[in-house]
DNA sequence: ATTAATGCAAACGGTTTGCACTACT
DNA sequence: AGTAGTGCAAACCGTTTGCATTAAT
């Protein structure tokens, strides 16, 4: 809640500029705006989630300009793109570990899945199929604790 | 080549026709069309896939009536439909078993993923989380046997 | 002065919808 | 006859593209 304002962007952010001008690439408005946003946001979101929460701070935003401008944080490995459980593009920010999603059905929480679990899985796959997971492009569907209590005999499985 | 009463549709399939009447809904040609294609289909197929499929078959075939149908299938239980790893629709043919799907980034193979796997992953989930996973809600990706040996080197999580 | 990036508008692809017409029961 | 289902066309939504203009270097 502290830092903002031009002067500064928070920890991992604050050598975007550099990094874009290393590249011969630009620092700019929008991308800074953008920027901001994606400071506010832990674990994922998806684009067109960004394209409204930018125009929420400046409504001029243009939809092309910031997937132009994910794209570019794609390739400093600033965000990472997968597809979510209803089919849009889900960004994750600041993907330093690799890390699967447990995505909430119910009411659509999203957490990480943890270490052991997700080795438990890829242990299992690699023995019986020689199966490489990608840990990172995981997300499983299911019903967070909450959810699961609230609903105990609706059948997971067959949707809402 | 003993049955000739609906001129011979595989055996899940033979009933549709009556269980669609008992609900006061109709046999059509169309339907008729997209489940000979169904038939066709073990696993998982992409509406729009499908949508090719039967215009392979009559060209004429119109996208609207095929999801329309599909929407009905779905309520009879032969098909369900959810989310596949590129963001589009993807059915499930003849839902029989709840299970879960391998995706190879690299070939685009999809395999069932094991019970062993599946429970171990579930297991580990609803201990460390609380979390009831959609086991046929979940498609992981990552790299079939073969493609992973192509490719050593290649960080799996950097997919293409 | 370069040339990357933007704004705009139009296109895209898969899916959905509204409506008059067709055809199954 | 009655109404479920179809064909058609247009809308939809998130995302992408082409191109002339703007602005960061």
Redesign the interface.
Known sequence: MAARQVAGLAEPWSGVPAMLRRRGLRWTPQRRLLIEVLTTIQGHITGAELVERCRGLDPSTIPSTVYRTLDVLEELGLVRH????????EYHVLPAD?HGH?Y??GCGAV?E??E??AA??T???RA??????????????????RC?RAEPEAE??R?P
């Open positions: 997968c597809h979510g459980a209803d089919g849009r593009e690799d447990l909430c059905g957490a899945i943890p052991d679990a438990a899985l242990a299992a796959l019986s199929h020689g199966f490489s997971v990608d840990v990172s492009h995981v997300t499983i569907v299911g019903r967070c604790p699961a997971v499985g949707g």
